[in-house]
């Protein structure tokens, strides 16, 4: 398929969805392209507490209602993964995923973060058969086992105290003292008597046949292994973010993040980021969705500019 449009916002997030609503009210054509599911990060959370208009809702509710609402809203919502994104001498930009190519005035980049992997023997070799970076998806499969989460950010800790409500014990291996965390979360996971908090201690090897069997934590002021047994390992240290495909346009990044000024512009005339994948300091679902706001407002201004 080779298609021109106006916009084409490359993820289907929280921040690329809202994009998607608020360039649609000016009427323009707009696509959003998804690699995965739709409503991005949401479908994969649990109970979120600090989205405004509801108390508690579900991320799989809420990704549910974007999506409905974009369907609604007439955005054009295209399945595939985005592999290169190129400027033509006729100012347009050219969006390549491995079925289509998609000529657009204006590129909203909103393709997020992933998370980094812990890059030890047996994180590959045991994905999906016991490793996952998806507690809310994989969690279930491991009531009253034994199970661990890597990290001491913020999302290990929601994710250990996930995952107390269904397994048997959450042995939280964090590189960082019980001092050195900073997350209003570590009270809950102090207070949890089935949270085995192992503090200065790093993962060197998840070990197992089929499945994951066991991990070997070794104490970073000792350097004293132990091995122990576990059914899941849940890695969360952190995220990093999906934009190879802008190889070719030279945007400015920090720390791999897209550098983006008040109206979220990059570097480049035309391209516009928002979300996760954008350097700020506070990667929440509002703020996303404010970005995404923001980015279609800052398109709409650019088609306008140039007719
Ligand atoms: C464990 C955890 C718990 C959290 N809890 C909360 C919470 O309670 N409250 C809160 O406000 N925030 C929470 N957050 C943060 C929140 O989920 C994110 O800030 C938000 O979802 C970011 O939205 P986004 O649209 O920028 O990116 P994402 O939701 O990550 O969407 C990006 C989309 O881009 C797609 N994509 C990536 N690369 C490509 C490509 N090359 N081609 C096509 N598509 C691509 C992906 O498939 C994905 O669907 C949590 C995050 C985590 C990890």
Redesign the pocket.
């Known amino acids: 398929m080779e298609k021109q449009i106006d916009v084409a916002i ?8 809202t994009a998607g609503l608020y360039v649609k009210r000016s009427n323009l054509s707009v696509m959003a ?10 479908a ?3 109970e ?4 405004p208009g509801f108390e508690a809702i579900s ?1 799989p509710e809420l990704a549910y209602k974007l999506m409905e609402q974009a369907t609604k809203n007439d955005i054009e919502l295209e399945y ?4 290169n994104v190129t400027k033509q001498d006729d100012g347009l930009f050219l969006v390549e ?1 491995e079925e289509h190519m998609i000529r657009a005035k204006v590129v909203i980049i ?6 980094k992997q812990l890059g030890i023997p047996g994180e590959k070799e045991f994905l999906n058969r016991g490793v996952s970076y998806c ?2 998806c994989d969690g279930p499969l491991y009531r009253n086992k034994e199970v661990a989460v890597v990290g001491y950010l913020d ?1 290990a800790l ?2 250990a105290i996930y995952l107390s409500g269904i397994a048997q014990t959450v042995h939280l291996i964090s590189k960082a003292s019980v001092k050195e965390i900073e997350s209003d979360k570590l009270s809950h996971v102090l207070s949890r008597s089935n949270i085995n908090l192992i503090a200065k201690s790093d993962v060197m090897t998840i070990k197992g046949h089929d499945h994951v069997e066991s991990i070997i934590v070794m104490d970073l002021d000792t350097n004293d292994e132990q091995e122990i047994k576990v059914s899941a390992v849940f890695p ?1 240290i952190g ?1 990093k973010t ?1 934009t190879e ?1 802008l190889a070719n346009l030279k945007v400015e990044t920090r720390n791999g993040y897209l550098v983006v000024n008040k109206d979220m512009e990059t570097n480049v005339p035309g391209l516009l980021a ?4 954008t350097d700020k300091k506070l ?6 969705a404010g ?2 706001c923001i980015a279609a407002t800052s398109a709409i201004r650019y088609i306008k500019a140039k007719k």
């Open positions: 490359i993820g289907g997030g929280i921040a690329g969805i392209i998804d690699r995965n599911v739709f409503g991005g990060k949401l994969k959370l649990g979120i507490y600090n989205y991320g595939g993964s985005v592999i995923t909103a393709t997020g973060t992933i998370e507690a809310t999302t929601e994710e969360y995220q999906l495909f928002a979300g996760d994948t990667r929440q679902l509002v703020t996303a970005d995404g």
